[in-house]
C-alpha cells in the first residue's frame, strides 16, 4: 500500500508570490490534515479535511487556505508569502475523520518551502 | 488550552544504554489519546507508541515502553538497548477521543542523539 505522497519536496519562493502544495493520503483514507513544522514552533495544526469539508482549522491567517477533492486528495494554498512562512509543510492521513477512534495519522515526507 | 510540554530539547544517549524522553501534558479532557511519534533525519515521521487514557497499562511496543501517569498529566518515553537507527526528533502528541477538537496536538519535540 503506498503511503502519503506530498508534491513537491521542495521548492523556493520569494515574498509574495503564492504557492500550493499537493498531498495524496493512503488509498481509502479520507482524512487529511496539514501541519506546519518550523524550529521555533514545533508542529503546529493548519487544518483538516474529510469528506471535502474542513473539520477543523487552526490559528493561521486566511493566507493560508486548503481544499480536499472527491478523491481525498488535498491542497494546500499560502498566498502572498512571508518571510516567516518557511517550513516543512507535513501532511498526514488517516481512514476515519480526526484519526478517528485511535487519533494515529499517517505522515507524508514534507514539502520543504523556502522563501526568499 | 491543551497543551503538550517536552522539558528536554536535546538528549544523546549511547548505543546499547536506555534513555527516557519527558512529556507532560494538560487537557480537562478524560478520554484522549496519546503519542510517541518519530521523525528520523529527513525522513517521515512514523508512530513509535500509543497509549489510551482509560487504560491503566502502560504500552510497550518492543524495545519502547511509556509511564503513563494519567493524575500528574505525564507521558514518558523509555527506550531500551538505544540503537543507531533511534537518532530522530521524538514528539509527544495528544488527541482528544470524540471531542470537539479533533486535532493532534504537538509538543515540541526532543533530539535524541544515539551515539556508537
Known amino acids: 500500500k503506498a503511503g502519503v505522497t506530498q508534491t513537491p519536496r521542495y521548492l523556493i519562493k520569494t515574498r509574495g508570490q503564492q504557492v500550493t502544495l499537493s498531498c495524496s493520503p493512503i488509498s481509502g483514507h479520507r482524512s487529511v490534515s496539514w501541519y506546519q513544522q518550523t524550529p521555533g514552533q514545533g508542529l503546529q495544526f493548519l487544518f483538516e479535511y474529510f469528506s471535502e469539508t474542513q473539520r477543523n482549522k487552526g490559528n493561521f491567517p486566511g493566507r493560508f487556505s486548503g481544499r480536499q477533492f472527491s478523491n481525498s486528495r488535498s491542497e494546500m494554498n499560502v498566498s502572498t508569502l512571508e518571510l516567516g512562512d518557511s517550513a516543512l509543510y507535513l501532511c498526514?492521513?488517516?481512514?476515519?475523520?480526526?484519526?478517528?477512534?485511535?487519533?494515529?495519522?499517517?505522515f507524508g515526507e514534507g514539502s520543504r518551502l523556502t522563501v526568499l | 488550552a491543551q497543551t503538550v510540554t517536552q522539558s528536554q530539547p536535546e538528549m544523546s544517549v549511547q548505543e546499547a544504554e536506555t534513555v527516557t524522553l519527558s512529556c507532560t501534558y494538560d487537557?480537562?479532557?478524560?478520554?484522549?489519546?496519546l503519542f510517541w511519534y518519530k521523525q528520523p533525519p529527513s525522513r517521515q515521521m512514523i508512530l513509535v507508541i500509543r497509549?489510551?487514557?482509560?487504560?491503566?497499562q502502560n504500552a510497550t511496543e518492543n524495545r519502547f515502553s511509556v509511564n503513563f501517569q494519567k493524575a500528574a498529566k505525564s507521558f514518558s518515553l523509555k527506550i531500551s538497548d538505544s540503537q543507531l537507527g533511534d537518532t530522530a526528533m521524538y514528539f509527544c502528541?495528544?488527541?482528544?477521543?470524540?471531542?470537539?477538537?479533533?486535532?493532534?496536538?504537538f509538543g515540541k519535540g526532543t533530539k535524541l542523539s544515539v551515539k556508537p
Open positions: 498526514a492521513s488517516s481512514a476515519l475523520a480526526s484519526g478517528g477512534a485511535s487519533g494515529e495519522l499517517f
Open positions: 487537557t480537562s479532557e478524560n478520554n484522549y489519546y
Open positions: 502528541a495528544f488527541i482528544n477521543y470524540g471531542g470537539s477538537q479533533g486535532n493532534l496536538i
Open positions: 497509549q489510551e487514557a482509560y487504560k491503566q
